[in-house]
């Protein structure tokens, strides 16, 4: 009625008619305001939600064990030491070098692992001939440092120009298990193009699924965590 006695041209509507008119825009200025109200709170629950999920993407990639007593020398392969100094922090390497060897590999080990979990598996190597090298990411095993993931790559592209270096004239290799699949992965770029090939295992099938599975956030929530699939890390590589 209000909108056609305006339409009409009449010079007054009537007081009730400009009351309505005052609740409706005070009603628009609430519920605007609500509006935002609820976008900051969805904002700021996203927020948190993502720094718990950064918090437990640590908590669930750096499992590490410290146990470093195992060397390839107690398997009967003679080994060296080595150390790789990046920015503030040292890496543990251990080196075995095979005679007449056929290709040198660098290995990436896993969650809960050291150099030491890997002292057979160099000795397997020496005897067929095959070099190799380990070493512990920043603050595993004896390597100094701080576990972030931000650290992972610069330690594998760190390791990979130590490995080129002490293995200059034999065909490069990549072995890799779990951690150390996305980690080799993420650095590859970074290593070259003297690579002649990658043996993984036990990879994950993307970044959401691992945190599911491992327990650290519902499904329900996996939204909180960046997607990083394996095929894309392959496909970058």
């Known amino acids: 009625l209000c909108q056609a006695r305006y339409r009409e041209g009449l010079a007054s509507s009537g007081p009730w008619c400009e009351a309505l008119r005052v609740m409706k825009k005070s009603l628009g200025s ?10 900051g709170f969805l904002a700021l629950v996203v927020g948190l939600g993502r720094l718990y ?19 390839p020398g107690d398997f009967g ?13 040292v890496l543990d390497g251990v080196v075995v070098r095979a005679p007449e060897p056929l290709a040198a590999v660098l290995l990436f080990h896993g969650q809960d692992e050291t150099v030491s979990n890997w002292a ?3 000795k397997y190597l020496f005897d067929h001939h095959v070099s190799s090298m380990i070493f512990d990411y920043s603050a595993y095993g004896r390597s100094t440092g701080e576990n972030d993931v931000q650290h992972l790559r610069p330690d594998a592209v760190a390791a990979f120009k130590k ?5 200059p004239d034999t065909p490069h290799f990549i072995v ?12 590859y770029p970074d290593f070259g193009p003297g690579v002649k090939g990658l043996v993984l295992t036990g990879a994950w099938t993307s970044s959401q699924d691992i945190a599911v599975a491992l327990g650290a956030i519902p499904s329900a929530l ?10 894309q890390l392959v496909a970058t590589s």
């Open 77 to 89: 392969a003679p080994f060296e030491r080595v150390t790789i100094p990046i920015e503030r922090r």
């Open 53 to 71: 999920a950064h918090h437990e993407e640590a908590r669930i990639t750096f499992i590490n064990d410290h146990d470093t007593s195992k060397t």
């Open 120 to 122: 057979k598996a160099q």
């Open 176 to 187: 890799a298990l779990s951690l150390g699949v996305s980690v080799s992965l993420q650095a």
């Open 163 to 167: 490995f080129a270096t002490i293995f």
């Open 222 to 231: 996996s939204f909180i965590v960046r997607r990083i699939p394996m095929r």
């Open 30 to 39: 609430r519920l605007a305001k609500v509006s935002v109200g609820i976008v």
